[in-house]
């Protein structure tokens, strides 16, 4: 599951986004490709950045953010004051704001741009995107790292391209290097390396092509921090499709050569994700 924070003063254009984000799993992009497959998406709509800089210090995390630009501004009590943005829905298109060259004044104008400053900074797991109905932020955006632009009013072609670039930024972030906790040193591994994880208790080995290693962690930890291409096959086994030669009904064989057993609840969906990550292979 994939984790979306959508920041808008605008409850109706948050709104709209996120009813477009929840329909596109499966669906084609502008370019004809299929979108990358994910299982589906938990969506979290916020009025302000405050709110959900609130929700990041409580141990909310999300994988991907949409920031609106222009937010409402703030008053001196908190309460967001309006923004100037007005409301324009073009045919075809989901609720959105519009405008030309204005941008927030004032002592508390705190832009998106702002936002991400602030709540994400550099080497951020989170990848963004921002959002806008205004023409005057293209090049102020580069100030942040940031996956795509995403103009309003929502079509859902354009929708679709920039969850699947933010989506593909996030794969490759999980494509970086991990650092294990051992005892007394950190053991640095690539994902590519890993063949695959196995829990007892609250100990996990991971198997990888050189050694085996154990760390004291949770398989619903580590799994946020691999590829997409790590599928959980068993409630004690997360493998690395890419390290998988054959699949029959009880288990996965490997290239290595050794067998990780499939539960029966999880060996359609296992299926499914082999056939999925062979299929992105070939693009």
Do not use: W
Not at 112 to 121: C, K, N, S, T, Y
Not at 258 to 282: D, K, N, T
């Amino acid at each position: 599951m994939v984790t979306v924070a959508i920041v808008d003063d605008r409850a109706a254009d948050a709104e709209a986004l996120a009813r477009l984000i929840g329909e596109l799993p499966g669906t084609a992009l502008p370019d004809g490709r299929p979108s990358r497959p994910v299982s589906s998406f938990d969506i979290r709509t916020f009025t302000s950045a405050d709110e959900l800089a609130q929700a990041l210090s409580a141990g909310y995390d999300p994988d991907l953010a949409f920031i609106d630009i222009v937010l409402a501004e703030e008053d001196e009590t908190g309460r967001a004051a309006a923004s100037g943005q007005a409301a324009s829905t073009a045919p075809g298109a989901s609720g959105a704001a519009e405008g030309t060259d204005a941008r927030p004044e004032g002592p508390h104008a705190a832009t998106g741009i702002d936002a991400v400053e602030r709540l994400f900074g550099l080497g951020a797991r989170t990848q963004v995107v921002y959002v806008s109905g205004y023409d005057s932020f293209h090049t102020q955006v580069y100030r942040t790292h940031h996956a795509a632009y995403l103009e309003k009013p929502f079509n859902r072609a354009d929708v679709a391209y920039a969850l699947e670039l933010a989506l593909a930024a996030l794969e490759r972030s999980h494509e970086e290097p991990i650092a294990f906790r051992l005892k007394g040193a950190d053991r640095v591994v690539r994902p590519a390396e890993i063949l695959y994880l196995e829990s007892n208790l609250h100990v996990v080995r991971v198997h990888t092509r050189r050694d085996t290693f154990e760390v004291y962690s949770k398989l619903a930890d580590l799994v946020q921090q691999l590829p997409a291409r790590f599928a959980r096959c068993h409630q004690s086994f997360i493998v690395n499709l890419a390290a998988v030669a054959s699949l029959d009904a009880t288990g996965i064989v490997l290239v290595t050569g050794e067998r990780v057993p499939v539960s029966r609840r999880m060996r359609a969906g296992v299926r499914q994700a082999l056939f999925a990550y062979l299929r992105a292979c070939r693009r």
